[in-house]
Antibody, heavy 116, light 112 residues
Framework: EVQLLESGGGLVQPGGSLRLSCVAS????????MSWVRQAPGKGLEWVSV????????YYADSVKGRFTISRDNSKNTLYLQMSSLRAEDTAVYYC?????????WGQGTLVTVSS | DVVMTQSPLSLPVTLGQPASISCRSS???????????LNWFQQRPGQSPRRLIY???NRDSGVPDRFSGSGSGTDFTLKISRVEAEDVGIYYC?????????FGQGTKVEIK
């Protein structure tokens, strides 16, 4: 059974940093691109970033480019999202998701709240 | 970015009746490999999204056959043949053909 378990969310002040993690199980992690997708409270879904299978290829939404860094450790079946210079508008539930063009499985999400 | 426009945004439906959601993209979603990467997701209240349909019309494993997807190019439709209580939630279309992938605004399905 495919499982994706996010952690690392919490309350952070504007301008602060946070690192999210997503531990994957139930599939060959190194064979799949992995994405982060976020959902602001009461709002729709927004693709944030994606990383290729080896970690060499990364892409970011314009809204987070230069502030967020996606990475992966295939030996630990873990996906990361390093977030810095956080803004109030980054407040959202962050989902780890498997895939890119055919995104299929999602984690349960971790809530990031940016507020003073 | 490719804009995905769903309609309606709210869809009250009587149990056992059909429902239809439209999704239109601002550009063709046909990729250079010939595939059309248009997916549909269901998000039940308090849950993560779940994929129902991929590549326009392919139903995911475990998805009831009352759900079906159709369309081509820029116009796509998700149909529920007979709505059941467990279908309440928000439905999103999503394109993966063009970076960044983009989602529709969501259509809230509720029971009348």
């Amino acid at each position: 059974e495919v499982q994706l378990l996010e952690s690392g969310g919490g309350l952070v002040q504007p301008g602060g940093s946070l690192r999210l993690s997503c531990v994957a199980s139930g599939f060959t992690f190194s064979s799949y691109a992995m994405s982060w997708v976020r959902q602001a409270p009461g709002k729709g879904l927004e693709w944030v970033s994606v990383v290729g299978t080896s970690g060499a290829s990364t892409y970011y939404a314009d809204s987070v480019k230069g502030r967020f860094t996606i990475s992966r450790d295939n030996s630990k079946n873990t996906l990361y999202l390093q977030m810095s210079s956080l803004r109030a508008e980054d407040t959202a539930v962050y989902y780890c998701a498997r895939g890119l063009v055919l995104i299929d499985y999602w984690g349960q999400g971790t809530l990031v709240t940016v507020s003073s | 970015d490719v804009v995905m426009t769903q309609s309606p945004l709210s869809l009250p439906v009587t149990l056992g009746q059909p429902a239809s959601i439209s999704c239109r993209s601002s550009q063709s979603l046909v990729y250079s490999d010939g595939n059309t990467y248009l997916n549909w997701f269901q998000q039940r209240p308090g849950q993560s999204p779940r994929r129902l349909i991929y590549k326009v019309s392919n139903r995911d494993s475990g998805v009831p056959d009352r759900f079906s997807g159709s369309g081509s190019g820029t116009d796509f439709t998700l149909k529920i043949s007979r709505v059941e209580a467990e279908d309440v939630g928000i439905y999103y279309c999503m394109q993966g053909t063009h970076w960044p992938g983009t989602f529709g605004q969501g259509t809230k399905v509720e029971i009348k």
